[in-house]
């Protein structure tokens, strides 16, 4: 092992630790808007109750993924300066853009959000959590248009060994990215669904004093359990989050298909890695698990054909050869294979989990459906679901273009820092290690208390209005 190898382990160690808050505050942060939009308009003062316990929640979130997030910008001038040299001007107009214009709107109207309860107008208010939401869309669709541009460079030329841009509108408006930023913003209402839907879970064991978390056999006959104060709160979180990823679900799907095409055209190895394809194959066959095959589904999938020409492993790596030089252009295989199949079928999982929600829960006033107890507990245990589908998504994309940082221009080998040494990043890494393990431990420990101790203030009935009887909302 030498110095990239371990510059290589740290930048992905420290991404996915990163990435682990970002799609939940994204996702966090539309829910809490909705459920105060939800307030604002109706009146309901359950809403207002589970804005604020949910503010929270997205508050300590978006702290842990700020300090998170510092290291990723050290770590391009201490492990990989040449990568920095090259890049440099063209990832300086996004990132700028993201931290000048998207981050200060984030954190200032946010800011303005926690401490304006009581002092601001209440639509005033309401304005300020959607500015901030707004912020961090926007923040993620900047960095995401500079990563795309890693996967499928445009709008540049190389002077002196290094790029520059020639077109900024070319950068942000790159194909990759218009389809990237979807389905990574989707995919985080995905997640933060799933994290509602199992802190609104727990909550509805808790308040029916049920304790397990393990399926019981009478728990699947539990459908008429009486919905007192506090259960029928949590029952308005779990019907919201049951929409949210619902409807993100159906996003993901339309924006990945987007993206396979995408593959198909720009980055064919990434995509014959994911399936395991050796050789071009005209009509080539998906898999779902080794030793099953479905004929014509990857031609189909990903060209929109079910008998077109899908390039494989060793063709476009000699091709590769041929192109750039002595050299093996392949990925991990093994990872890229198995994070296809991770985020396809977790995520399914979660987006299934929800339409079962939806069903199971389906009415509203008096006709409104309970939550059983058993699909209460399946929502807990399904957390981990979306969160492993979107990090392994991420692996997929990044680990897929390798050898490459910048597709077809600058090899990993390449843009490693010449100066540093083997000592220097396992040092590092070490410390990294340890300081996002003790960060991890606080994370946990500060959303596992606040979930258990519930509300600030005791749960208001959940009544409802004439206003939301002729005009329906999403969180109810």
């Given at each position: 092992m030498d110095a990239l190898d371990l510059a290589r382990w740290q930048f992905g160690i420290t991404t996915v630790y990163h990435f682990l808050f970002v799609p939940l505050t994204i996702g966090l942060g539309v829910f809490v808007a909705g459920l105060q939009t939800a307030w604002y308009r109706t009146g309901k003062e359950h809403y207002l109750t589970l804005t604020k316990f949910f503010g929270k929640l997205?508050?300590?979130?978006?702290?842990?993924?700020?300090?998170?997030?510092?290291?990723q910008e050290f770590q391009f001038g201490m492990n990989w300066s040449e990568y920095s040299i090259f890049v440099g001007d063209v990832f300086g107009a996004p990132l700028a853009l993201e931290a000048l214009l998207a981050f200060f709107l984030e954190s200032t109207f946010l800011g303005l959000w926690i401490f304006g309860w009581d002092k601001l107008p209440k639509k005033l208010h309401l304005a300020t959590i959607w500015a901030a939401v707004i912020g961090s869309n926007l923040s993620a669709y900047f960095i995401l248009a500079a990563n795309a541009w890693m996967k499928h460079p445009v709008g540049y030329e190389v002077v002196d060994g290094r790029a520059r841009m020639t077109d900024l509108w070319a950068v942000l408006t790159n194909s990759t990215a218009l389809a990237q930023v979807p389905h990574v913003v989707a995919g985080s209402f995905v997640v933060a669904g799933g994290f509602v839907l199992a802190v609104a879970g727990y909550r509805i064991l808790r308040e029916r004093n049920v304790t397990g978390?393990?399926?019981?056999?009478?728990?699947f006959l539990d459908t008429t359990t009486p919905m007192?104060?506090?259960?029928?709160?949590?029952?308005?979180?779990?019907?919201?989050?049951?929409?949210?990823?619902?409807?993100?679900?159906?996003?993901?799907?339309?924006?990945?298909?987007?993206?396979?095409?995408?593959?198909?055209?720009?980055?064919?190895?990434?995509?014959?890695?994911?399936?395991?394809?050796?050789?071009?194959?005209?009509?080539a066959a998906f898999s779902p698990v080794p030793g099953i095959e479905v004929p014509n589904l990857l031609s189909l999938l990903s060209a929109h054909d079910p008998n077109a020409v899908v390039q494989g492993i060793d063709d476009i790596n000699q091709r590769l050869v041929t192109q750039f030089g002595p050299g093996d252009y392949t990925p991990n295989l093994p990872v890229v294979y198995l994070s296809f199949r991770v985020m396809i079928v977790f995520g399914l999982a979660t987006v299934g989990l929800a339409f079962l929600g939806l069903f199971l829960t389906r009415g509203r006033g008096r006709k409104a459906r309970p939550v059983p107890s058993w699909f209460a507990r399946l929502c807990v245990l399904a957390l981990p679901l979306p969160i492993a589908a979107i990090i392994s998504g991420w692996l997929?994309?990044?680990?897929?273009?390798?050898?490459?940082?910048?597709?077809?221009?600058?090899?990993?080998?390449?843009?490693?820092?010449?100066?540093?040494?083997?000592?220097?990043?396992?040092i590092s890494l070490a410390l990294f290690t340890v300081v996002?393990?003790?960060?991890?431990?606080?994370?946990?420990?500060?959303?596992?208390?606040?979930?258990?101790?519930?509300?600030?203030?005791?749960v208001p009935a959940v009544v409802e209005t004439e206003t939301e009887r002729r005009v329906p909302t999403l969180m109810y």
């Amino acid at each position: 092992m030498d110095a990239l190898d371990l510059a290589r382990w740290q930048f992905g160690i420290t991404t996915v630790y990163h990435f682990l808050f970002v799609p939940l505050t994204i996702g966090l942060g539309v829910f809490v808007a909705g459920l105060q939009t939800a307030w604002y308009r109706t009146g309901k003062e359950h809403y207002l109750t589970l804005t604020k316990f949910f503010g929270k929640l997205f508050l300590i979130n978006f702290a842990m993924g700020v300090v998170t997030g510092i290291v990723q910008e050290f770590q391009f001038g201490m492990n990989w300066s040449e990568y920095s040299i090259f890049v440099g001007d063209v990832f300086g107009a996004p990132l700028a853009l993201e931290a000048l214009l998207a981050f200060f709107l984030e954190s200032t109207f946010l800011g303005l959000w926690i401490f304006g309860w009581d002092k601001l107008p209440k639509k005033l208010h309401l304005a300020t959590i959607w500015a901030a939401v707004i912020g961090s869309n926007l923040s993620a669709y900047f960095i995401l248009a500079a990563n795309a541009w890693m996967k499928h460079p445009v709008g540049y030329e190389v002077v002196d060994g290094r790029a520059r841009m020639t077109d900024l509108w070319a950068v942000l408006t790159n194909s990759t990215a218009l389809a990237q930023v979807p389905h990574v913003v989707a995919g985080s209402f995905v997640v933060a669904g799933g994290f509602v839907l199992a802190v609104a879970g727990y909550r509805i064991l808790r308040e029916r004093n049920v304790t397990g978390l393990l399926p019981r056999k009478k728990d699947f006959l539990d459908t008429t359990t009486p919905m007192r104060r506090g259960v029928d709160m949590w029952r308005a979180a779990l019907r919201g989050a049951l929409v949210m990823t619902a409807i993100a679900g159906a996003i993901v799907a339309i924006t990945g298909d987007m993206s396979g095409q995408l593959l198909h055209e720009q980055q064919p190895m990434k995509l014959a890695a994911a399936e395991g394809l050796r050789h071009d194959t005209a009509g080539a066959a998906f898999s779902p698990v080794p030793g099953i095959e479905v004929p014509n589904l990857l031609s189909l999938l990903s060209a929109h054909d079910p008998n077109a020409v899908v390039q494989g492993i060793d063709d476009i790596n000699q091709r590769l050869v041929t192109q750039f030089g002595p050299g093996d252009y392949t990925p991990n295989l093994p990872v890229v294979y198995l994070s296809f199949r991770v985020m396809i079928v977790f995520g399914l999982a979660t987006v299934g989990l929800a339409f079962l929600g939806l069903f199971l829960t389906r009415g509203r006033g008096r006709k409104a459906r309970p939550v059983p107890s058993w699909f209460a507990r399946l929502c807990v245990l399904a957390l981990p679901l979306p969160i492993a589908a979107i990090i392994s998504g991420w692996l997929l994309s990044e680990i897929g273009r390798q050898p490459w940082t910048v597709q077809g221009e600058l090899l990993t080998a390449a843009s490693v820092s010449p100066g540093v040494s083997l000592a220097e990043v396992a040092i590092s890494l070490a410390l990294f290690t340890v300081v996002y393990g003790v960060l991890t431990v606080a994370e946990i420990v500060l959303l596992v208390r606040h979930v258990k101790a519930g509300p600030d203030e005791p749960v208001p009935a959940v009544v409802e209005t004439e206003t939301e009887r002729r005009v329906p909302t999403l969180m109810y």
